[in-house]
């Protein structure tokens, strides 16, 4: 079931593969069914897919004609900061099937609000709670304490959780389940892509499967 249309944010494509597959146009569904039939089959961890439709973010002259799409949006829970987008889009008597991974900007303040939305009854308590020194003594000082020290606490939660990582912190083992998530994406791509070209009479073997990037997946 599709949600609202989202809009891109500021963004930077880290890798990215694309084909176009003479004769497959109207063929997109299929490129979505498979793809997210292979990755579920595939099972990898923290990693969810969805169809998604997506727009560019909205300008005030751009507004009433931002074009609508959709794709398939794959997401990993411990890397929040990176996503994948599948589109499979008719181009002419073609069908365009592409991926892109997409690296959105993060920030530990971006983190710190996260926590606190996803926590709102404890951060509301803690707001809340603030008051309760500062009227029995009769001063403002108490206030701040709590709050700063229970900023202090959210940041560094943020910083040491294992759920999510921001892009400039990764280090080794963050890029080997980078690397895990993206390639499980990419085969999964690349199986739908070979079913739908097969089917047209097009040998999918002289198709470069390799992936343009920083990680060049294949």
């Avoid at 308590?125 to 000082?141: D, R």
């Avoid at 910083?159 to 993206?182: G, H, R, W």
Wanted: net charge neutral.
């Amino acid at each position: 079931m599709l949600k609202k249309t989202k809009e891109f944010e500021e963004e930077k494509i880290s890798e990215r593969w694309s084909y176009l597959i003479v004769g497959a146009q109207g063929r997109g569904k299929e490129i979505f069914e498979s793809t997210k039939k292979n990755v579920e089959e595939m099972n990898p961890p923290s990693v969810q897919i969805k169809e998604e439709m997506l727009t560019p973010r909205l300008t005030l002259f751009g507004a009433l004609r931002a074009e609508k799409r959709k794709f398939l949006t794959a997401s990993n829970e411990y890397l929040r900061e990176y996503k994948i987008y599948v589109g499979a889009k008719d181009y002419g008597n073609q069908l365009m099937v592409s991926w892109y991974l997409i690296s959105e900007p993060g920030s530990i303040l971006k983190l710190v609000f996260e926590w606190i939305k996803s926590h709102w009854q404890i951060s509301l308590g803690v707001f809340l709670a603030a008051f309760i020194p500062a009227f029995l003594i009769k001063a403002m000082f108490p206030i701040p304490v709590v709050w700063l020290g229970f900023l202090g606490y959210v940041v560094f939660t943020c910083l040491t959780s294992q759920k999510s990582v921001l892009p400039q912190m990764m280090n080794i083992f963050d890029l080997e389940e980078l690397t895990a998530y993206v390639t499980t994406v990419h085969h999964a791509v690349l199986d739908a892509t070979k079913q739908v070209s097969e089917s047209v009479g097009f040998d999918f073997t002289k198709v470069d499967q390799k992936s343009k990037g920083f990680l060049n997946i294949s």
